[in-house]
């Protein structure tokens, strides 16, 4: 069983900017995608960003290009969410997912989830 563990979120004004990092096990290798998706309340499971392995490919939603930037920290099992320019509307528990490849942007699509964090923008 492939577990994924985030940390970071928290509360931010909006406007503001805010990091979250997803670690995975030694056991994922190259062939995994990461990826983040976030959930609002009321609202289904979307998708955020996602990266290659090796950080060589990234796919972003529209909503956050330009502001969000995913990456791989050095060498490690570990990626990065970097937000920038944080809207109210962006309020919800951001979930870090990983897969084998290809990228994917559908969350049914992703079979193993951390438990969540969440992200509170103040209006």
């Known amino acids: 069983q492939v577990q994924v563990v985030e940390s970071g979120g928290g509360l931010v004004q909006a406007g503001g900017s805010l990091g979250l990092s997803c670690t995975a096990p030694d056991s994922t290798t190259v062939s995994f995608v990461m990826a983040w998706f976030r959930q609002a309340p009321g609202k289904d499971r979307e998708f955020v960003a996602a990266?290659?392995?090796?950080?060589?490919?990234?796919y972003y939603a529209d909503s956050v290009k330009g502001r969000f930037t995913i990456s791989r920290v050095n060498s490690k099992n570990t990626f990065y969410l970097r937000m920038n320019s944080l809207k109210h509307e962006e309020t919800a528990v951001y979930y870090c997912a990983t897969k084998l490849t290809p990228i994917l942007t559908t969350a049914s699509d992703y079979h193993h989830w951390g438990q969540g964090t969440q992200v509170t923008v103040s209006a």
């Open positions: 990266t290659s392995w090796n950080g060589g490919s990234t």
